[in-house]
């Protein structure tokens, strides 16, 4: 039986043939610019990341694909913030209220933790006791560490906590490897990679399991929000991000102390109703910040990516969003949050592409001129004349050679 969230294939034609018209359209506008106390400072270098793609673009809806301000018409005009890109959401209905350049490209820093926490919470039992390697312990010099010691046993919560609450990148390091089975870290973070398309954050590709900067990374405060949603959906995740202490246990053979750590997330103490995030920061990236919270009823979501902090952290330009989302009326939407499934869109290549890498292609000899739909009219030619070529070799006996000449066709990479 086909499911609702999946259209057929006429019709997931014709939606994204329309989605990426409809896209194309809202970019040749001037963007509207988004409130901001002064211009972004520039960073140490600009990422690179692949050339857009307006069906990717609209993912949610077409009016999602600007790099300026979207929101509702009426509605106040949102705060100002040091953000170069943000997004507010809905976290139980999905509806968007509103956005800065919600699709494009940025870097995540330590907010990718919440990308392994969604593909990898299913997959561990809290109650395991692992162990700790040394592959675990090798991070960048003075980046955030809970203090987990090589050899020391800990159970697979305490590690989500170590996680969320005090970002370590060691304990990173140790889920994407006990997630990732025979090819350890390696196929954690290919299963990050596919759950991010599983999604539909089609703009995400991590590089590193903790976010530290890594080639090929990036992100979108559109794709954050989707899976800010899949982790909230968990009620462990909720669980282990509103916690504000937890003890890590004492190691007596390597003659380690135990210790007790707290929550970096400055919401949980200064804002009312907040249900916890993940803040995220590297020289790169600048502040990242995720965090949600609930008032009358109602749970919204915050997202937002290369943030100044000068006069405000990371978490207040969020609270600031937050105050101003919760000001809409319920029916107020620029777009959605898309479910699992529920998108036509086309995903990227599983591997990361050559223009975002170093050294890899430039911009323009990457991009491909032809848009979404012409790519897929071309492919439904090619079908279409595969599909003849199969039924007159059939039509005169010629059955086995073109099944063995069929198991030779491209396939398509999704």
Known sequence: ?????????????????????????????????????????PGLSQPVTPSPDPVQRAVGGARLATAGLVVPQGVPTPPQVAATSWL??????????????PHEYATPASVQKLLLAATMLPRLDPAEEVTITAGDLDIEPGSSAVGLVEGGRYRIETLWLGLLLRSGNEVANALARLGGGADGMAGGLRAMNDQARQLGAYQTHAATPSGLDG????????????????????????????????????????????????????????????LGGKTGYTDLARHTYVGAAERDGRQLVV?????????????????????????????????????????????????????????????AEASDPRTFADR?????VIGLTVGLTLLAGGLVGRRRRLRTAGTGRPTRTE
């Open 1 to 41: 039986m086909t499911s609702p969230l999946a259209p057929t294939t006429a019709t997931a034609t014709t939606a994204t043939s329309t989605t990426a018209t409809a896209a194309t359209a809202a970019a040749a506008k001037a963007p509207v610019p988004c409130p901001r106390p002064a211009p972004p400072a």
């Open 88 to 101: 507010v959401a809905d976290l139980e209905t999905g509806e968007v209220l509103g956005g800065c350049g």
């Open 215 to 274: 080639p090929g990374q990036f992100t979108s405060a559109y794709d954050l929000a989707l899976i800010a949603r899949a982790c909230f959906d968990d009620a462990r995740f909720r669980r282990y991000a509103a916690t504000r202490e937890a003890t890590i246990p004492a190691q007596p053979r390597q003659r380690a102390k135990g210790f007790t750590i707290d929550n970096d997330n400055q919401l949980l103490y200064q804002y009312p109703g907040a």
């Open 303 to 363: 997202t937002l990516l290369g943030a100044d902090a000068a006069d405000k952290r990371g978490w207040e330009q969020g609270a600031a969003l937050l105050d101003w989302g919760f000001t809409l009326p319920r029916h107020a939407s620029v777009g959605a949050l898309v479910r699992p499934g529920a998108t036509t869109a086309s995903a990227p290549p599983a591997s990361v592409p050559p223009q975002a890498l170093p050294g890899g292609a430039s911009g």
């Open 376 to 380: 897929l009219r071309t492919a439904s």
